[in-house]
């Protein structure tokens, strides 16, 4: 039954994308609340450059990447889409869309490249969902790109859950546990949440990569 959800629901929004004036449509009617406050609350543990809302242009974010600044962590909050068309695969950012060939080019570009970007957080629907063409789905970019390990999520995620999860994620992280430990300990910190215990909840997440 959920598979065939998924089918349907992939369905529609494959469609939506072949219309006309279809990514402004979707910048417009969707949303993400807890975004906001995800990237306030990691503020405090580990992030020192942020791009929010307006800021998050694609230009803005390759100027970021691609900067004199090498960064060992990358996490990116939006919306994600992974389609059976690499054209119809992408995050969201504010003015446009980072397709997913370009998410791997732009990684390539940062100036840690060459010794590889440490952590790629993908805090995103569906950001390690893949098929044969890309395996693990953006994730699987992010490794081809060379970075170390990417953390995302195999289907839609709560936005909240999301929010809660990353940002005790990274007070693992902070803590000098592995990521693979960091993710269980904050997985299980939402499975104990009688709100979240569900594993809609703190299930979809998993870490492709380098576990250390």
Not at 64 to 91: K, R, T
Not at 186 to 203: C, D, E, R, T
Request: glycine share 6%.
């Amino acid at each position: 039954m959920r598979d065939i959800k998924k089918r349907e629901a992939r369905a529609k929004a494959d469609n939506l994308l072949r219309q006309p004036g279809a990514e402004e449509k979707l910048k417009a009617t969707l949303s993400l609340p807890g975004v906001e406050n995800e990237l306030n609350k990691l503020k405090k543990t580990v992030i020192n450059t942020t791009l929010l809302n307006e800021q998050f242009t694609v230009d803005g974010f390759h100027q970021q990447v691609a900067g004199d600044e090498p960064y060992e962590m990358i996490h990116i909050a939006s919306h994600g889409i992974f389609s059976s068309n690499a054209d119809d695969s992408f995050l969201m950012a504010y003015d446009n869309v980072i397709k997913l060939d370009d998410l791997e080019t732009l990684l390539k570009q940062d100036k840690g490249a060459q010794r590889g970007i440490e952590l790629l957080t993908l805090s995103a629907c569906e950001t390690a969902e893949g098929d044969d063409r890309a395996p693990l789905g953006f994730t699987g970019a992010a490794l081809k790109a060379k970075a170390r390990s990417a953390l995302g999520s195999l289907w839609p995620i709560s936005d909240e859950a999301a929010s809660q999860l990353m940002a005790n994620f990274y007070t693992n992280l902070t803590q000098h546990l592995g990521k693979a430990e960091a993710l269980r300990q904050a997985q299980l910190k939402l499975l104990h949440n009688p709100k979240m215990s569900h594993p809609f909840y703190w299930s979809p997440f998993i870490l492709v990569g380098n576990w250390l």
